[in-house]
Every structure is written in C-alpha cells, then in structure tokens.
C-alpha cells in the first residue's frame, strides 16, 4: 500500500500534543535528588531527635502555707505503721509551719508539721533554689514536695545554663534532690526514656558532676 504523507494541519497537531506533555511533567522529580528542605537544611529524622528533659524557664514565687483543715493520718496494714503523726491540724505545729498528709512507707500517710524554708530564690543561699510544694493543711505530699524547699541548685533558671536547660533531677525512687544544667551535646542521658534498656538503670539524674543512667532500688 502507498504510503500517505502526513498533511501539515496534522504535523502541527502532533507536535502541539507533544509540547504540551513535556511542560505538564514535574521538574522537581529529577532535580530533587537529596535529603534537604527549601532551608537548605538537611531533615532530621524524628526517631534521631532527642527528647526535651522538663527544666525552668522562669523562677517561681511560692505561696504561704494556708488554712487548718484536718489531717487524717493512716493507720497500720497488715502489720505496717506509717511513722507516728506529730499532728492533726496546724494549730499543733509552730507558727507558720502546716501540717500535712506526709508520705511515710508504701501507701501509708501520716500527719506531720513541716516549716516553709522560703518562697522565692532569694530566701535560699546562692547554691539553692526555692521549689514551691504542697502548702494547704491537710493535704498530701510527698518527699521534697513537702512545703517549699531550698534543694541544691547548679542552676536557677533556664538562662543559667549554655544549652538554656535548667533541670531537676530525681533520686532513684523518683523524689526531687536539686536542678542541675543539662547540655544535650555530652549527657548521657535527658530523660527517663533515654535510659530504657540501659545496664546502669531506667533512672536520669544528676551524678557525680554528671547527668547519667541509675539503678533503681526497693523504694518504699
């Protein structure tokens, strides 16, 4: 069969189709060929990023010890006494100090006065701050959170430390022991969860000069 030559309308046509399909493919597929945003920065893999540890942004104002409710002490389980209560309301205690539900084994409370140390940084020596606790007579606290505290202190706030973290660290059975800077780049740990699975303990606190993984024992 003889061949029929193309009519120019036709060649005009497909040409005009083809032109069209190039300009709708996507530029980027093959330019985007790297790891980096429209920064110029390379993303960071969420699984690769490390926890923020709680710290102070600010310094805190605590308020008085108030009221005198009742305090209901518990009594022995199984064989087990809470410490003997030193009071049933704030009228047994020193002026100014509360009484308070303290904790004292297991589940076990028993009423104790407890003095407020402070209410702002300032009433702590240079190497302490003032952490506000539990100061409404009656009610429950536990360890450090009994009234307000002066607690060893590396830092105050936020702005005292290079990495801009000022945190607190706990003892083994989780109770508050001081605020200590955090610097992400050398601590071995910034929290609890980076501690999971590690042979030195699920705990991150602040040891020997250093924020590392600890062992935790029997708490009570």
Do not use: Y
């Not at 199984?78 to 904790?103: F, I, K, N, Q, Y």
Request: glycine share 8%.
């Amino acid at each position: 069969m003889k061949d029929i030559p193309a009519s120019p309308l036709r060649s005009a046509t497909l040409a005009l189709l083809a032109l069209l399909a190039a300009c709708s493919a996507d530029p980027s597929a093959a330019a985007d060929t790297d790891d980096t945003d429209d920064t110029g920065t390379a993303d960071v893999d969420a699984a690769d990023a490390r926890p923020t540890p709680e710290h102070r942004p600010i310094a805190a104002t605590c308020d008085a010890p108030s009221g005198d409710a009742p305090c209901a002490s518990d009594g022995c389980f199984a064989g087990v006494c809470p410490a003997a209560p030193s009071c049933a309301s704030s009228a047994d205690c020193a002026s100014g100090d509360v009484c308070l539900r303290t904790h004292s084994f297991a589940t076990l409370f028993s009423c104790q006065c407890h003095a407020s140390e402070c209410l702002a940084d300032a009433d702590c020596a240079a190497d302490e701050l003032c952490h506000c606790g539990v100061v409404t007579a009656g009610a429950a606290c536990v360890g450090a959170n009994c009234s307000n505290r002066c607690l060893p202190a590396g830092c105050r706030t936020d702005a005292d430390c290079p990495a801009g973290l000022c945190s607190p660290s706990r003892d083994a059975c989780g109770h508050l022991e001081g605020f200590f800077c955090h610097d992400p780049a050398a601590d071995a740990c910034l929290t609890d969860a980076e501690c999971a699975g590690s042979a030195d303990g699920p705990r991150c606190r602040h040891l020997g000069g250093r924020w590392r993984c600890s062992d935790v024992p029997i708490c009570d």
